[in-house]
């Protein structure tokens, strides 16, 4: 029986049967709302696969373990049917997971949100989600579109987020942090580009509840190549390769910086 920081999993079973270069396994999860049924066979000469993995339930309570450090209250269940076919090398792997009622509570942001429906529909070349989450107000946010792949690598985004009176943060103040306090804000947005440069286009307007703050955490704050935001007047006259090598820049933060929002 397998168990996880004092939860309970279930019981886990693998039979294989090898009949000259072929191998047939079943590999099974039962028990403590945990059901999982996974078949498949593997053929060792040419590494063919032709597999079928059935989730039928999993508790994601267990494994709030291990990311403890971003999110915490993990409530929750995922489903769905899983096929694998191709060759180790090439695999092609089609299918559907749905979450049922998942809540978490992101730590750096302090909001607590509830997945009300949501699926990854999963395909040869794409990854295909439609999520609608919740705020602990019940106000609704919902994330569309689609995630091209080349055998889970090479990734190009094309998703929508729309998000009406929705709380982003809520976050207690701490002179470490980047920016805390509360945001509260209808927005529609666009992600697109790929892992490299992601392009994020978005229009908020912030509700009169917003309380937001943006601090530097030092006056010798240094953005580097892993840590940068590159904002461009007139985006569509500069091409990706431009962009990119204004990113590749460091820059340093001066020790007084003048800000007006209007």
């Known amino acids: 029986k397998i168990a ?28 403590d709302n945990n059901n999982v049924n996974v078949k498949g066979d593997y053929q060792i000469s040419n590494g063919n696969i032709d597999a079928v993995a059935n989730i039928n ?78 705020d602990s107000a019940k106000n609704q946010a919902t994330l569309t579109g689609d995630i091209e792949h080349h055998l889970f690598q090479d990734f190009k985004f094309d998703l929508d987020l729309k998000a009406e009176n929705f709380t982003f943060l809520n976050s207690v103040k701490n002179p470490k942090a980047l920016f805390y306090g509360k945001l509260i804000a209808n927005a529609n947005a666009t ?46 006259n500069y091409s990706k390769k431009s962009i990119d090598s204004i990113a590749k820049l460091n820059y340093k933060i001066p020790n007084t910086i003048d800000l007006t929002v209007n």
């Open 4 to 31: 996880i920081n004092n939860l309970n999993v279930g019981y886990i079973k693998l039979k294989a049967d090898k009949n000259g270069d072929l191998v047939k396994a079943v590999l099974t999860l039962m028990g």
């Open 57 to 134: 339930n999993i508790d994601l309570a267990p494994f709030e373990i291990f990311v403890k450090s971003l999110a915490e209250n993990i409530t929750g269940n995922i489903n769905g049917r899983i096929s694998i076919k191709g060759t180790t090398d090439a695999p092609r792997v089609n299918g559907v997971i749905e979450m049922k009622k998942v809540s978490a509570k992101l730590v750096d942001l302090g909001t607590q949100y509830t997945i009300q429906y949501g699926a990854l529909q999963i395909s040869e070349t794409s990854i295909s989600p439609a999520i609608m989450l919740v």
């Open 191 to 236: 992600i697109k580009g790929d892992l490299d440069l992601p392009i994020i286009k978005v229009n908020v307007k912030t509700m009169p509840e917003t309380n937001f703050t943006v601090q530097l955490v030092s006056n010798d704050a240094i953005l580097n190549q892993e840590n940068y935001i590159v904002f461009v007047n007139d985006f569509e």
